[in-house]
């Protein structure tokens, strides 16, 4: 089935022909192209990180440690002093409910402010919703129309938001770390914490990668739509414009995850060839994994670093190939129509492809950065699940520094099972794990599907919220299941088919996004609290080795267990019942 | 907490949106268009203070002597967004699916349906996907080949079938691309070939512009 007939390379050498023929392969290779370039550059910054995590003197200092200290000065004594948790958490909650504020004022009334350019205001709850979902690192998008948004909107008040969502993010995992090497019951200060994690992480980023999008081909300009007349027809249509470059840098490099444009990635402007592909992946998945490798110089123990690698690898491994087979494969109805089918395009871009559009889209629920650069209603329900299984872990590998404080809550809950099978002590990082520690833990871990089930059994108690859903009933439950998982996770992503953007929806995933993001991280912060009171002993050999094989597995079956547990009975309704179905899977007609 | 800590923390957060939010990307969007300003507009298509397109936006291509985009579910409309309201195993997407290969084929007789990418059959994620991959394309060529050569002749150039033919296989195979280095899919973007049709066509005077 090879058609390179005209192929500029020559046609006639064996491998080009055999690479484009046989598209599984490829397209294997190309996803582990995609995690080899992830786990070195994840290498790469590491160090750095760790830098941070210590705070030790790195190579930015002469710029970004100028700029924190002059906005140290000016905030006075309360950016100076070190903090305990309650302080530093009630900081946190006042910084981000005044950015929610001001954000929801500019956003509420934006026609009413400077350069607005547009006569179109959101609803009350659509605003609520917008604003918690930026402010809380999700990005749902049910908004979808640039047009509509004005430029303070898009600018001081949405990218605003994806900037200091991160920021906090990053702040709170240098908390905790500093909480579990300090002895002093100190944890740090915000002001201080947040502004190391713009100048000399996200900004610097940020700039970087909004330099490559500008040279790929990603707009950037002040205008707000261009009149297009397209060819040979009388329509004028308004294309939008405006700041897409800088937007889809810190959508990125914050694993923010809302697009400019209504199909985000998938949108040729925002992500035009496989090159800004590689880079948004690269950009989303970068600072979560290499914060999970820098924990190995943070704390002294590579063991424990590779441990969490290889756990989390495994399970983007298989989530990812998941997800790639599916897509690959399509679903009888479909393939059995006689095109030559090569994988489900339906809702994928030409320039992308299958196996590069379902590393994407599984980078971005692995990640909470929830971007997609196709459509997950066109995915096979196996597709789904494969990305399904990301989200009810909770984003294994988290946003920007929330992705440290999620392992750490299984690691800790994984340390006390393993130690009280084998009979050991129960030992973080020579500190003693003591019940208020492994309380929180769980708490933190219970929260994600309590946050997720309640919501979903109303939902589904009340069929008049869905009925607009043409689709068959096991995809409306996988629609509405991950609608709220992709909120309580903070991931941001989106399979729709029935409409979002109603009251119910708005509101609810917005309280869902507050509490799946404060309510843990209190919880994270009171576990750092907690350690930040104990100080190490000397190893003893009593305790579980946190880099050995053993406690990977440990760790691993924890995880996928917690998961399971929790979604499997809405799983079977949902995805597997959809993948059943389509094919044929029942016996002698059971359904 | 104090009111004066509280009022600077407020402070602080607007402080912060202006700079990162408001200042950060105003002052990219002006150095930008100042370092290039052909991709920092989104590679549009420009005569005359008029603007045709983008490079990277399909259009419907109305005419049968254009290249076909993928079929869209949003009408190619540039603030539209996704493949439509149906899930994969929906019975409409098998319909919509059954009438889109129907017309594919009624466009392109001489086309065997196995030689029918199911990209062009199936609706793009962003309604604008403006590539083909490069048999979609190929598949083209013998309506596009005849289409030309009739619309030529209404405005009296007599150019054969054969010069047309190869002169659509060297614009194809002049624009494509793959979508990963050695590994990827190849496609062509159907912006980019069919300007150099209307080009083709202006210059034999048969139409007078865009």
């Known amino acids: 089935m090879s058609y390179v007939s005209t192929d500029s390379t020559g046609g006639t050498n064996f491998w080009v022909s055999f690479f484009e023929s046989q598209r599984l392969v490829s397209g294997t290779i190309i996803i582990l192209i995609y995690i080899l370039l992830l786990s070195i550059f994840a290498y790469l910054i590491s160090g750095y990180i760790a830098k941070l995590y210590r705070g030790e003197k790195t190579w930015l200092d002469p710029i970004s440690g100028r700029l924190v200290n002059f906005f140290i000065n000016?905030?006075?004594?309360?950016?100076?002093?070190?903090?305990?948790?309650?302080?530093?958490?009630?900081?946190?909650?006042?910084?981000?409910?005044?950015?929610?504020?001001?954000?929801?004022?500019?956003?509420?009334?934006?026609?009413?402010?400077?350069?607005?350019?547009?006569?179109?205001?959101?609803?009350?709850?659509?605003?609520?919703?917008?604003?918690?979902?930026?402010?809380?690192?999700?990005?749902?998008?049910?908004?979808?129309?640039?047009?509509?948004?004005?430029?303070?909107?898009?600018?001081?008040?949405?990218?605003?938001?994806?900037?200091?969502?991160?920021?906090?993010?990053?702040?709170?995992?240098?908390?905790?770390?500093?909480?579990?090497?300090?002895?002093?019951?100190?944890?740090?200060?915000?002001?201080?914490?947040?502004?190391?994690?713009?100048?000399?992480?996200?900004?610097?980023?940020?700039?970087?990668?909004?330099?490559?999008?500008?040279?790929?081909?990603?707009?950037?300009?002040?205008?707000?739509?261009?009149?297009?007349?397209?060819?040979?027809?009388?329509?004028?249509?308004?294309?939008?414009?405006?700041?897409?470059?800088?937007?889809?840098?810190?959508?990125?490099?914050?694993?923010?995850?809302?697009?400019?444009?209504?199909?985000?990635?998938?949108?040729?402007?925002?992500?035009?060839?496989?090159?800004?592909?590689?880079?948004?992946?690269?950009?989303?998945?970068?600072?979560?994994?290499?914060?999970?490798?820098?924990?190995?110089?943070?704390?002294?123990?590579?063991?424990?670093?590779?441990?969490?690698?290889?756990?989390?690898?495994?399970?983007?491994?298989?989530?990812?190939?998941?997800?790639?087979?599916?897509?690959?494969?399509?679903?009888?109805?479909?393939?059995?129509?006689?095109?030559?089918?090569?994988?489900?395009?339906?809702?994928?871009?030409?320039?992308?492809?299958?196996?590069?559009?379902?590393?994407?889209?599984?980078?971005?629920?692995?990640?909470?950065?929830?971007?997609?650069?196709?459509?997950?209603?066109?995915?096979?329900?196996?597709?789904?699940?494969?990305?399904?299984?990301?989200?009810?872990?909770?984003?294994?590998?988290?946003?920007?520094?929330?992705?440290?404080?999620?392992?750490?809550?299984?690691?800790?809950?994984?340390?006390?099972?393993?130690?009280?099978?084998?009979?050991?002590?129960?030992?973080?990082?020579?500190?003693?794990?003591?019940?208020?520690?492994?309380?929180?833990?769980?708490?933190?871990?219970?929260?994600?599907?309590?946050?997720?089930?309640?919501?979903?059994?109303?939902?589904?108690?009340?069929?008049?919220?869905?009925?607009?859903?043409?689709?068959?009933?096991?995809?409306?439950?996988?629609?509405?299941?991950?609608?709220?998982?992709?909120?309580?996770?903070?991931?941001?992503?989106?399979?729709?088919?029935?409409?979002?953007?109603?009251?119910?929806?708005?509101?609810?995933?917005?309280?869902?996004?507050?509490?799946?993001?404060?309510?843990?991280?209190?919880?994270?912060?009171?576990?750092?609290?907690?350690f930040a009171t104990k100080s190490p002993k000397v190893e003893t050999g009593r305790t579980i080795e946190t880099g050995s094989p053993l406690f990977a597995l440990m760790l691993f079956v924890t995880i996928i267990m917690l998961g399971v547990l929790s979604f499997f009975p809405v799983l079977a309704l949902g995805p597997f019942l959809s993948w059943a179905k389509d094919f044929n899977l029942f016996i002698g007609g059971l359904l | 907490m104090k009111p004066k800590s509280v009022i600077k923390l407020f402070a602080f957060a607007a402080l912060f949106m202006f700079i990162l939010g408001f200042v950060y990307p105003t002052v990219s969007s002006l150095a930008a268009e100042g370092l290039d300003p052909f991709q920092a507009n989104g590679s549009l298509i420009e005569d005359n203070g008029t603007v045709y397109g983008s490079y990277l936006l399909a259009q419907a291509f109305n005419e049968s002597y254009f290249f076909q985009p993928r079929p869209s579910a949003t009408g190619y409309n540039y603030t539209g967004s996704g493949s439509g309201p149906y899930a994969l195993d929906a019975n409409q997407t098998l319909n919509q699916t059954r009438n889109l290969i129907n017309k594919f084929i009624s466009d392109n007789p001489t086309v065997n349906i196995s030689k029918i990418p199911y990209s062009m059959v199936s609706y793009s994620g962003s309604g604008v996907d403006p590539d083909i991959p490069l048999l979609g394309a190929q598949d083209q060529i013998p309506r596009i080949t005849g289409s030309l050569h009739s619309i030529l002749l209404v405005s009296g150039k007599n150019v054969s079938n054969s010069s047309l033919e190869s002169f659509l296989n060297k614009t194809v195979s002049k624009y494509v691309v793959q979508n990963f280095p050695l590994f990827g899919s190849y496609y062509v973007n159907t912006v980019q070939l069919n300007f150099a049709i209307l080009n083709l066509l202006i210059g034999y005077g048969a139409i007078k512009g865009y």
Do not use: C
């Not at chain 1, 794990?433 to 089930?453: A, R, W």
């Not at chain 1, 009933?473 to 709220?484: A, G, N």
């Not at chain 1, 399979?495 to 979002?500: I, Q």
């Open chain 1, 74 to 530: 000016i905030f006075g004594e309360d950016a100076k002093k070190d903090t305990k948790m309650r302080e530093y958490f009630i900081t946190l909650l006042i910084f981000n409910a005044a950015a929610g504020i001001f954000a929801f004022i500019f956003f509420y009334f934006q026609t009413y402010f400077p350069f607005a350019g547009v006569t179109h205001n959101y609803s009350f709850s659509l605003s609520f919703n917008t604003v918690t979902s930026f402010l809380t690192n999700t990005n749902l998008q049910h908004y979808s129309d640039p047009l509509h948004l004005s430029y303070l909107s898009k600018t001081f008040v949405l990218t605003g938001l994806m900037f200091l969502a991160a920021a906090t993010g990053f702040a709170v995992s240098m908390a905790f770390i500093r909480g579990i090497l300090n002895e002093n019951g100190r944890i740090g200060n915000f002001y201080r914490d947040f502004l190391v994690s713009v100048f000399y992480l996200i900004l610097p980023l940020t700039i970087l990668v909004t330099i490559i999008f500008i040279l790929s081909g990603v707009p950037q300009d002040l205008s707000q739509y261009v009149n297009v007349n397209p060819i040979l027809s009388g329509g004028i249509q308004r294309l939008p414009l405006g700041p897409v470059a800088t937007w889809e840098a810190i959508k990125n490099i914050g694993t923010n995850g809302g697009g400019f444009y209504g199909s985000n990635a998938a949108m040729p402007l925002e992500n035009p060839n496989w090159f800004t592909n590689l880079v948004e992946f690269l950009s989303f998945t970068v600072i979560p994994l290499g914060s999970i490798l820098s924990l190995g110089k943070v704390f002294n123990n590579r063991g424990f670093a590779r441990t969490l690698y290889i756990v989390l690898i495994s399970i983007f491994f298989f989530t990812t190939f998941m997800t790639f087979f599916a897509e690959y494969s399509g679903i009888p109805s479909i393939t059995s129509l006689g095109t030559l089918f090569t994988g489900n395009m339906m809702g994928k871009e030409t320039a992308i492809g299958i196996s590069q559009s379902s590393i994407f889209s599984s980078g971005a629920v692995f990640t909470s950065t929830g971007a997609a650069d196709s459509v997950l209603l066109a995915f096979t329900p196996a597709g789904l699940l494969g990305l399904m299984g990301n989200l009810i872990l909770n984003d294994p590998l988290g946003g920007v520094g929330t992705g440290v404080l999620n392992i750490f809550m299984y690691v800790i809950f994984a340390i006390f099972i393993t130690s009280l099978m084998v009979g050991k002590l129960p030992e973080l990082m020579s500190i003693k794990i003591s019940s208020k520690e492994i309380k929180y833990s769980t708490l933190s871990l219970v929260t994600h599907p309590l946050l997720v089930l309640i919501p979903f059994g109303i939902t589904m108690l009340l069929p008049a919220l869905v009925i607009g859903d043409p689709n068959p009933r096991p995809d409306v439950i996988s629609s509405v299941l991950y609608e709220f998982l992709s909120a309580a996770s903070n991931n941001g992503s989106e399979v729709g088919g029935f409409a979002t953007n109603t009251a119910f929806f708005n509101i609810a995933d917005g309280i869902l996004m507050l509490m799946g993001r404060f309510i843990l991280m209190g919880l994270q912060l009171a576990i750092a609290q907690s």
